[in-house]
């Protein structure tokens, strides 16, 4: 019952941000294409925005899939923490000793820097 | 029924306006920037008003035809100081600043009400190349990359980044010459790959600065030093401005132009701003070290520029009356954009301090062979055009990086008209006009 | 049992969704006028103007948008906002959805906030719009990992991944007391979020609006409007992980639950108008390298206080 709510939920938000931008715009013409031209303060471009971009951030994204795995423990690790005492802390205080070290590492490395 | 309710809430609404900065048109957008019901955006998108601020020179009509036909209807344009375009002769325009305010507000107000037709487009309904129907697809593509799928080429690039040495794309466009973050006037070819700029080509140089007539007096014969210094540090404070508000503080930068527009701004309301400004977080969040001149670089630009760059060229060290004062010119070492910040606030804390004692003794220039304008010496020659500068300095910096660069630095040509003549100063004819 | 179960909580929702985004535009006005800036019209209307005007202004087209992605992804961002505001309890018994992992569905919301601005962003086609939802992406997965980790923190003593049992697990002492780094922290994360004020990588002023630059009329006004429902979202969720919820003597709790809300918007609007927008690369240092250590060291004192 819960997620058919949330569902509901979803559904009425999203439907809503659709209705509102829908039901002005249903009769207007297509702008013509100056118009839609991208802003660049008068200047024009030589192609399209959509290339192979280039994200200077690349090391740090792979930095994020190490911590993003060890999340998956840590949900039902906090459930169990209490019960479990400083066995819990201990372990998960050594997994994250191992983790900082690596940002430690990155940080020495560069990997927060756009490359 | 429920149309006109909605218009007619849509009326009294704080009014969006676009400014297209032409020449001399800064003051009156800085007094705009203070009126309460206008707000000034930075995407002609977000407008319901084109201002055209001050004289656009006829090479770049085309380029305002350009940002004219992007906004959304409907909308209007207001020119100030300036002609309107000849498709667009029954435009309104104004020329008296104090009026403006009032009716940037009463034309929203009739655009709403419906009583004034939205401005017609100016330039053909086509794609910049033809493409319904064309290549493979009928979309005007060609194979993978090639043809112009919508109207043009997908980007391209076969040479290597210049920070990780990577062959991604590349893309080039012509930004400016009314970019908000740009100084007006400037339009370059830049190539950027992701977000950092790969190489930047100006080609037109930014619009001439007016300064203060008290400058021009001071190459005829001695002024008080007291109304030169405070001129210098209201233009230094509108400079501030602009940083401040690309930051995102646009407190402390209103704050700033509130205190260029006194007649006699507290030197403790500049030191007050600077703490705040320290303690906003605004040198150690907002800059990297970045955007250094070499010596070469910033004797070029001049003026605070060279001296945050800690070379000690101020013509004032050479005069009498400034001796007087003991004056003596501050320097920054780094020379990048957190030390030219450092040096503006300097420079203006020590222009309103010089201003006061000068005031006590009563004390004139001596010299008039030249004066230390705001943006650099001008004894023999008047500071000209500096933007070739930045062709060597932001290749290699991040947008965000390049953008607080560029308004760190001032490096328009100085107009040959004061702040006080302008409205009757011509509009140049051309590029090269403006450059000679 | 469909009226309780499935009308009301969405009614709820939806109600506190648009009166609190109306509430925050009305917020960040006084604010600015009180700061000193210009305002001329009531902060009471101003927000109503704007939108009026925005519904009446033409919605922009870019030569070669992805449409479907264009004009979905303001919707979709507000849907996230109503995702994150149903998790979030009331009262013990006024729970629009009370589902038992509603701490885990909160932490989707924000990766999926991530991929929402990204697409506002990449699916105009044009280059400053580009940029802001490329820049946007190196905060979004730099702020997400603190988020988890505060927001593990206030799961360990409550035992549990349900936002209800974590109000619960402060009778006795506010989290914001128990584990002191805690709201700070998540506080940057809403930021983040939302991209507001110092953390404004996608829709900045350098990049002339970025991601809303080629957007007018009434996508901008639905684009506005759930950056600010994801704020009133996010106050939720704060106030229920970190200021006990609906805990409090005298009013009834839901009454205790908005006004802990309207503060941490306040709060929230307040740091958007003093700071400056950081610069991206530094942002990401910052986050990583100061913040997600922060955030490690509140989750053992979480962890070691939840022992003692």
């Not at chain 2, 007619?8 to 957008?29: D, K, N």
Request: hydrophobic fraction near 50%; charge should be negative; proline fraction near 8%.
């Amino acid at each position: 019952m819960e997620l058919l709510t949330l569902f509901f939920i979803v559904l009425i938000a999203a439907g809503l941000g659709l209705l509102i931008q829908w039901l002005p715009m249903r009769h207007q013409p297509m702008p013509t294409y100056p118009q839609r031209a991208p802003f660049l303060g008068g200047g024009l471009p030589e192609t399209h925005a959509w290339n192979r971009y280039h994200v200077r951030y690349y090391p740090m994204t792979l930095l994020l899939i190490a911590f993003e795995m060890e999340m998956m423990f840590m949900y039902p690790w906090a459930v169990v923490f209490v019960e479990q005492g400083m066995k819990a802390v201990m372990e998960m205080g050594m997994f994250l000793a191992i983790l900082s070290v690596g940002i430690v590492y990155g940080w020495r490395e560069g990997v927060f820097k756009w490359q | 029924m429920a149309v006109s309710w909605l218009s007619r809430l849509a009326a009294q609404a704080t009014v969006p306006v676009f400014p297209v900065r032409g020449m001399h048109g800064e003051p009156v957008l800085h007094r705009l920037a203070l009126a309460a019901g206008i707000e000034l955006v930075d995407s002609p998108r977000h407008a319901s008003i084109l201002l055209v601020a001050g004289g656009v020179p006829p090479d770049q009509h085309d380029a305002l035809r350009r940002v004219h036909d992007q906004l959304p209807t409907p909308f209007a344009t207001l020119w100030y100081r300036s002609e309107p375009l000849d498709e667009l002769a029954g435009a309104t325009r104004v020329d008296d600043p104090d009026a403006l305010p009032e009716a940037l507000k009463t034309i929203h107000r009739e655009l709403m009400s419906g009583k004034r037709g939205s401005s017609p487009r100016l330039l053909p309904d086509e794609p910049p190349n033809p493409w319904e129907g064309l290549g493979d697809d009928g979309h005007g593509g060609e194979g993978m990359m090639g043809g112009v799928p919508y109207g043009r080429p997908m980007a391209m690039n076969m040479t290597d980044d210049i920070r990780d040495g990577l062959t991604l794309d590349s893309l080039t466009v012509t930004l400016g010459p009314f970019l908000p973050m740009l100084p007006p006037g400037l339009t370059a070819e830049v190539t950027l790959q992701g977000d950092l700029i790969q190489s930047w080509t100006t080609h037109s140089a930014p619009y001439p600065i007016a300064l203060e007539s008290a400058f021009f007096q001071a190459l005829q014969g001695p002024v008080p030093i007291a109304e030169l210094e405070r001129a210098r540090a209201r233009y230094h404070l509108k400079r501030l401005h602009f940083g401040l508000r690309l930051a995102g503080l646009e407190r402390l930068a209103l704050e700033a132009l509130r205190l260029a527009f006194e007649p006699h701004p507290g030197q403790n309301r500049v030191m007050a701003l600077r703490r705040r400004l320290v303690r906003s977080g605004f040198f150690r969040l907002t800059t990297t070290g970045r955007g250094r001149l070499d010596e070469n670089q910033a004797r070029r630009v001049g003026g605070i520029a060279a001296r945050a760059a800690g070379l000690e060229e101020d013509w004032r060290s050479g005069d009498e009356g400034y001796r007087h004062l003991n004056f003596r010119p501050l320097t920054q070492r780094e020379g990048d954009t957190a030390a030219r910040w450092h040096q503006t606030l300097a420079e203006i804390e020590q222009a309103l301090q010089l201003a006061g004692q000068a005031e006590r003794d009563a004390v004139h220039t001596r010299r008039s062979d030249g004066v230390e304008t705001p943006r650099g010496p001008w004894g023999e020659y008047r500071p000209e055009d500096a933007s070739g500068v930045l062709e060597e300095l932001l290749p290699g910096l991040e947008w965000d990086e390049a953008m607080s660069t560029l308004a760190s630095l001032d490096l328009a040509p100085l107009s040959p008209w004061s702040l006080e003549e302008t409205s009757e100063a011509p509009v140049p004819t051309s590029v090269e006009e403006r450059r000679a | 049992m469909i009226v309780s179960e499935l009308i009301l909580p969405v009614l709820l929702v939806t109600f506190v969704l648009v009166l609190g985004a109306y509430l925050v535009a009305v917020l960040d006005e006084a604010i600015a006028g009180a700061l000193g800036m210009p305002r001329a019209t009531s902060v009471w209307t101003a927000p109503l103007t704007q939108g009026a005007w925005l519904l009446t202004q033409q919605a922009n087209a870019t030569e070669a948008p992805d449409w479907r992605a264009w004009r979905l992804a303001p919707a979709l961002y507000l849907a996230l906002a109503a995702i994150g505001l149903a998790v979030v309890p009331f009262s013990p018994t006024l729970i629009p959805t009370d589902l038992v992992t509603s701490v885990v569905l909160w932490g989707s919301v924000e990766a999926l906030a991530t991929v929402v601005i990204f697409l506002h962003g990449w699916s105009a086609n044009t280059l400053l719009a580009l940029i802001g939802a490329y820049r946007y992406v190196a905060l979004g997965l730099s702020y997400i990992l603190i988020s988890m980790f505060v927001l593990i923190g206030v799961a360990l003593p409550a035992e549990s991944l349900q936002f209800s049992q974590v109000v619960a697990s402060q009778e006795g002492l506010w989290n914001v007391i128990r584990q002191p780094l805690g709201l700070p922290l998540f506080l940057i994360v809403g930021l983040g979020m939302t991209f507001w004020g110092p953390l404004n990588l996608a829709d900045s002023r350098d990049l002339a609006g970025g991601t809303a630059s080629a957007v007018s009329g009434p996508p901008r006004l639905v684009w506005n409007l759930a950056r600010a429902a994801m704020l009133v979202a996010f106050s939720g969720a704060a106030a229920s992980a970190f200021l006990g919820g609906w805990l409090g003597p005298w009013l009834p709790g839901p009454v205790w639950m908005l006004l802990k809300m309207l503060a941490v918007l306040a709060v929230l609007l307040l740091i958007g108008r003093l700071v400056p927008r950081v610069q991206p690369e530094r942002c990401v240092t910052l986050m990583w390298v100061v913040f997600l250590p922060l955030s490690f060291v509140d989750l053992i004192w979480a962890g070691v206080e939840a022992l003692l």
